[in-house]
């Protein structure tokens, strides 16, 4: 079992640990140590177990309102995978009829016919003038 050398407070502290363990114990503490620091800074000097104590709680607090906020990403989360299940469930929706109006073929044929004697017109009188 390696035992590791932390810092905290700019007091050291041998802590002993499991085999690989030694970085997670090295960011713990260096958050402690955080911590701590900027209580020093704040209060100035104090007992080792004060300060300890309310860099811990300090963490503790950090931590609670870490673990409030993953609740409730967790519980925004939940309604958003069940929203998305009801609409999965739901199926594709049906499609939209969309009537485009067609002109009828005696319609086509009519304007056809007149679209002839107005040219024809426009010939007579091209040729009357001309």
Request: hydrophobic share 45%; net charge negative; proline share 5%.
């Amino acid at each position: 079992m390696p035992e590791v050398t932390i810092s905290i407070g700019g007091r050291n502290f041998a802590v002993a640990c499991q085999d690989g363990e030694e970085s997670y114990l090295h960011a713990a503490a260096k958050m402690l140590d955080d911590e701590a620091q900027a209580l020093a800074d704040q209060a100035g000097r104090m007992p080792e177990a004060r300060m300890l104590l309310m860099a811990g709680l300090l963490l503790a607090d950090k931590t609670a309102s870490v673990e409030d906020r993953m609740r409730e990403m967790e519980a925004s989360l939940a309604e958003r995978e069940a929203e998305l299940e009801g609409l999965r469930t739901l199926g594709a929706p049906e499609p939209e009829r969309i009537e485009v109006p067609v002109v009828p073929q005696s319609v086509t044929e009519t304007l056809a016919e007149l679209a002839a004697r107005a040219e024809a017109l426009a010939a007579d009188v091209e040729e009357k003038t001309g």
